[in-house]
């Protein structure tokens, strides 16, 4: 296992499961949403070391790609960093400082915004929760196969990669809720002044 470590039975179990039936994992996102807002939104983070290397991470629930970046699911009245900052602490233990979203969009699921935000790691990885199975720290060329999100958000967080945002004037798919709206556009607008990171 990478960094040396060894996921549980358990969970490795749980993991081959999905991977063999991973229509379960529709069944077990679409329990989660019926417990969330109407829209719902998911935040990963493009976490960086002090030597410039990815944190990813090996997830249960995610059968076909299952290396990606760390994050979750935001809660009721929960801002997009603060969600990010406690994913990682339950996940990981890892504390982080977020230095700037890099990406905004659209989730492949209706209803559902994805967000990613590019930040520093103040500590190393203490623990992993049950949702993950290992960690590895990683350069931007040797990542495995990650879904589009995931690779689009370590591209737009690379040094002069710049920002990859949904414009606030550009169509959803579906209509969202003005607070929805609001976020996005507050989001992006902070983006513009993170500016020695874009392009």
Same mark, same amino acid.
């Given at each position: 296992?990478?960094?040396?470590?060894?996921?549980?039975?358990?969970?490795?179990?749980?993991?081959?499961?999905?991977?063999?039936?991973?229509w379960?994992?529709?069944?077990?996102?679409?329990?989660?949403?019926?417990?969330?807002?109407?829209?719902?939104?998911?935040?990963?983070?493009?976490?960086?070391?002090?030597?410039?290397?990815?944190?990813?991470?090996?997830?249960?629930?995610? @059968?076909?790609?299952?290396?990606?970046? @760390?994050?979750?699911?935001?809660?009721?009245? #929960?801002?997009?960093?603060?969600?990010?900052?406690?994913?990682?602490?339950?996940?990981?233990?890892?504390?982080?400082?977020?230095?700037?979203?890099?990406?905004?969009q659209?989730?492949?699921?209706?209803?559902?915004?994805?967000?990613?935000?590019?930040?520093?790691?103040?500590?190393?990885?203490?623990?992993?929760?049950?949702?993950?199975?290992?960690?590895?720290?990683?350069?931007?060329?040797?990542?495995?196969?990650?879904?589009?999100f995931?690779? #689009?958000?370590?591209?737009?967080?690379?040094?002069?990669?710049?920002?990859?945002?949904?414009?606030?004037?550009?169509?959803?798919?579906? @209509?969202?809720?003005?607070?929805?709206?609001?976020?996005?556009?507050?989001?992006?607008?902070?983006?513009?002044?993170?500016?020695?990171?874009?392009?």
């Amino acid at each position: 296992m990478a960094d040396g470590h060894r996921p549980s039975r358990a969970k490795e179990r749980l993991a081959r499961v999905f991977q063999r039936a991973p229509w379960l994992v529709s069944i077990l996102v679409a329990a989660v949403r019926g417990t969330r807002t109407r829209f719902s939104a998911g935040v990963v983070g493009v976490v960086l070391n002090a030597q410039d290397e990815i944190l990813l991470v090996q997830h249960v629930f995610h @059968p076909k790609e299952p290396w990606g970046l @760390p994050g979750g699911w935001m809660e009721r009245n #929960e801002a997009p960093s603060e969600t990010l900052r406690r994913e990682l602490r339950e996940e990981t233990g890892l504390e982080v400082s977020v230095l700037a979203p890099v990406l905004i969009q659209p989730g492949e699921v209706r209803g559902h915004l994805d967000i990613a935000f590019l930040c520093r790691a103040r500590n190393d990885v203490q623990h992993l929760s049950t949702e993950l199975l290992d960690y590895r720290w990683t350069t931007r060329d040797k990542l495995p196969k990650l879904v589009r999100f995931h690779r #689009e958000a370590i591209e737009a967080g690379a040094p002069g990669g710049g920002f990859v945002l949904l414009p606030t004037s550009a169509p959803f798919s579906v @209509p969202l809720p003005d607070k929805v709206l609001a976020n996005v556009r507050a989001m992006y607008e902070a983006a513009h002044e993170y500016g020695r990171y874009s392009a």
